[in-house]
Every structure is written in C-alpha cells, then in structure tokens.
C-alpha cells in the first residue's frame, strides 16, 4: 500500500518530466506585412499597415488560425501565443514526438522548435583577448591618448536596407519654397515629399530639363533663366546682322543647333549628360560672337581681316 502512495506522490514530477518543448507553427497564409509589400506592387499605391487591406488580412489570418487552433487542441497541443504582422506563426508547447503530426496539419507550413538566446555576447571579449590588453596597460589608462577617426562613406542610397516604401518622410523634410526651388540637384530627395506611390521607384529627374530648372531653381532660377534667353537673343540678332557672311553663316548653324537642343529638352533632360551641356555652350559662344571689323562711311575696312584668296585677273 506504500508503494502505491509513493507511486501517485511522483506521478505529476514524471509527467512533468516529459520532454514538452516551445515549438512556433508557421503557417502557409501570407502574414499582414507581406499582403501589404504584395499589394503595393501590384497596384502601384501605397499602402499602409493600418489601411483597410491590413485590417481585412488580419480578419483572414484569425480565422485561418481559428482553424488549425482546433486541431491542434484535438492533439492536446496547447497554443501560447501567436503573430499575424511579420510572421503568420503560432507558438505552442508540446511534446517533440507530436511535431511531426502538427506538420501534417492542412495549412501549416513548417514547425520549427524554439531556440533561446542570450541577451549578452559573453564569449566575444575573451575571444578577442581583450582583458588581457586591459590588463597589460592598466584598465583605469586603457584607451589614454588614443584618438579613434570614423571614415563614413556617406548614406548608399541604393541599399536594401533604404527601400523600405513604408518609411515616412520628417515633417518639414526636405525644406523647399517656391522663390528658391529645391536646389540644383536636390529633385530626387525632394520629390520624395510630394510622390505618392509605393515608394520602389523614385523619380531622379523632371519630366524634362525645363520643369527641371524651374523645380531646382524656383522664381528666382526662372527669373534669371529669362534673362539671360532675353540677353541672348538679342545679341544673337546683331551677330545675325553682321556685315561679315562668314560670321552670319556660324552664327545661324548655331541657332539651328540650339533651337534642336531645346525642342529636345521638351521631352528628356538631355543637359544632365556633360557633353551635350558642353555642346550648348560652343553654340551659344558661337551665336553671340560679336563681329570684330566694321565698315566706314568711306568704304575703307578697319579691325582684323581675314586673309583671303586672290582671284584671278
């Protein structure tokens, strides 16, 4: 009769014993986070994670886990807890033995058991045997005099880890006014402000090189912008009525070359490339060069000549 007593004072430290491990169920449903990226692509808006279509996922996703919670109570597993915005998981505790019926479930994807991680890295200074430097120069002069420089390349806008479309731009950022523009060469941090897309893909120029001047530049870049047309052309007018034909000749293959440069600027932005923009300079010199000899009243020439060819007699 003892042992009978003895038997059922250990029989909960048995079943107590039995291996009942922390296991996370991931299911095969689309967690509200990827719905959300899925939807973004798909219909190019942006799309927020408190929008009505994240909202409508996590209604999917409780029910589907609804689902699958009953079978696992009919394996006698017991659900702690469970994620819907990153991962669509649920974490139960159970025996190792029954991981494999709960793999077999319809809907589940994968079940992986639970690792426990350490909150400090304990093991890295020893490895890198810096107590012994510490104590080779003395903790309390450790690091004396010693001037540690950063060499930072700057921010690589190109990186994975700067395309997250869900990041919002500051309040107030970037700073732009209509008198100053955004400053030459700004646009693609700027349009970030006002381009109400996904966010994957982000305009780095205007639609073409005048919408360009007049975002980066503002009034006062569009002020100076006619100005200088209106300086031009008129110097271009007393070039083109220069007494000398050679000089009315270049003077006109310019404009040509000019006027096809700006009928290109209407549908690219073409100046970005160097050596376009280095061209319209040459034919803009060409256009405005002043003629360097005048004629008398008399008929006599004055200023520098040409030599020219003899004809014949």
Not at 18 to 42: F, M, N, T, W
Not at 166 to 189: E, H, M, Q, R
Not at 261 to 267: A, L, W, Y
Not at 268 to 297: K, M, W, Y
């Amino acid at each position: 009769m003892g042992y009978k007593w003895l038997l059922v004072l250990w029989l909960p430290i048995i079943a107590a014993g039995a291996d009942s491990q922390r296991y996370i169920v991931e299911l095969s449903g689309d967690p509200i986070a990827e719905h959300v990226a899925k939807e973004r692509k798909r219909t190019g808006k942006h799309v927020e994670m408190n929008s009505d279509v994240a909202r409508t996922r996590q209604t999917q996703l409780r029910s589907e886990q609804r689902q699958v919670r009953k079978k696992l109570d009919d394996l006698g597993v017991k659900v702690l807890e469970s994620t819907e915005a990153i991962s669509n998981s649920l974490i139960v505790d159970m025996p190792d033995e029954v991981a494999a019926k709960v793999a077999a479930i319809p809907g589940v994807k994968r079940v992986r058991k639970a690792q426990t991680y350490k909150p400090m890295l304990d093991h890295a200074l020893p490895l890198h045997k810096v107590p012994e430097a510490w104590n080779r120069v003395g903790v309390d002069t450790a690091g004396l005099g010693i001037k540690i420089a950063i060499i930072d390349s700057g921010v690589e806008i190109s990186h994975p880890g700067m395309q997250d479309s869900t990041l919002t731009v500051p309040a107030g950022f970037p700073k732009t006014n209509a008198d100053s523009g955004t400053g030459f060469g700004g646009y693609w941090i700027a349009i970030t402000k006002y381009h109400n897309a996904s966010g994957d893909v982000t305009p780095q120029e205007a639609h073409n090189d005048y919408l360009e001047l007049l975002a980066s530049g503002g009034l006062i870049g569009l002020a100076l912008a006619l100005w200088f047309a209106v300086a031009f052309v008129r110097r271009a007018r007393n070039t083109l009525h220069s007494p000398d034909p050679y000089l009315r000749a270049a003077a006109l293959g310019a404009l040509v070359g000019i006027f096809g440069v700006m009928i290109h600027s209407f549908v690219d932005f073409g100046l970005h490339i160097t050596s376009n923009a280095l061209i319209l300079c040459v034919l803009i010199v060409i256009a405005v060069q002043r003629p360097n000899e005048t004629i008398s009243a008399t008929g006599t020439r004055s200023g520098t000549h040409r030599s020219q060819i003899p004809s014949c007699p």
